[in-house]
């Protein structure tokens, strides 16, 4: 079942994280990939998160295909102009993908090659605007396509704004929206009574929100992603209780399913995110699966 009508169920959905690697080597890639059959419902391939140089989405996520995995294509507006933008959407379809998630992209200065020069030709509103184009078989230039590509498109809304800042950030997901986007990722939230909040604040859109659970290995990881990643949401009851565990990894893991669980009240589905160890990821869906069983 494609993704886009796993979107029109009425079903909570499990999409996984993975990073490709960071070379020409999948098999690691791929085994985890494997690890997530029957356990997630789609997996989302990052481009260059962090802005650390990796093998790029739409690469790693054609064997993904292959393999019968849905799969989901990151792209950004950090590293392309408005011509290698279009070309690669079309390769995309071409190559059978047909889910999207855009986003701005990490900036440079974060990541292994701060020499880097970003583009950001479009920003992430003219890029689906862009994909809304090609779909209506013209690009940007007005020029007639040869074949029309179709796709499902996410992308990304900060839900962990307060005040101002998130009647702004409203504001810019209802532009995402009228130009394509019918799905979200938001930052990492374990503040569920804040992702219901904003959750029924924009529930007069009928999009999917999937807020980012990323499994916690230490409170030091937590506290450091709360300081400096925007929108970053984890509550003290959860940085205690990770600090009062003899096994960080466990607890993590723990916490990571038992949050999955609750969220099946709250939202469509969950993006699982593991930094490093990325076999944590099956860890904690088949926690989730007992949890629900």
Known sequence: MSFQELLDKDQFLIIAELEPPKGVDTSDFLKHADSLRGRAHAVLVPEMSGAIMRMG????????KQKGTEAIVSMNCRDRNRLAIQADMLSIFSLGLENLSVS??????SGDHIEAKPVNDLDVVSMLEAVKKLQKGIDLAGNDLSGIPQFCVGSEVNA??????????????????KAGANYFFTPTMYDLKALEGFVKKVAPFKV???P?????????????????????????????RLGKAPD?????????????????????GVLLVAIGGQERLAAV????????A
Request: proline fraction near 2%; aromatic fraction near 2%.
């Open 57 to 64: 989405s739409i690469g790693a996520s054609c064997p993904l």
């Open 104 to 109: 701005e992209g990490d900036d440079v200065t």
């Open 160 to 177: 962990g704004l307060a005040g101002g800042a998130l009647e702004i950030e409203v504001m810019e997901m209802e532009k995402k929206i």
């Open 208 to 210: 999917s929100v999937f």
């Open 212 to 240: 980012r659970v990323t499994i916690l290995n230490s409170v030091g990881m937590a506290r450091f992603m709360c300081r400096h990643m925007d929108g970053v949401l984890i509550p003290e009851e959860v940085l205690n």
């Open 248 to 268: 960080k990894t466990k607890e993590g893991i723990a916490i990571a399913a038992e949050t999955i669980q609750k969220l099946q009240n709250i939202c469509q």
């Open 285 to 292: 869906l088949d926690q989730v699966g007992s949890l629900t």
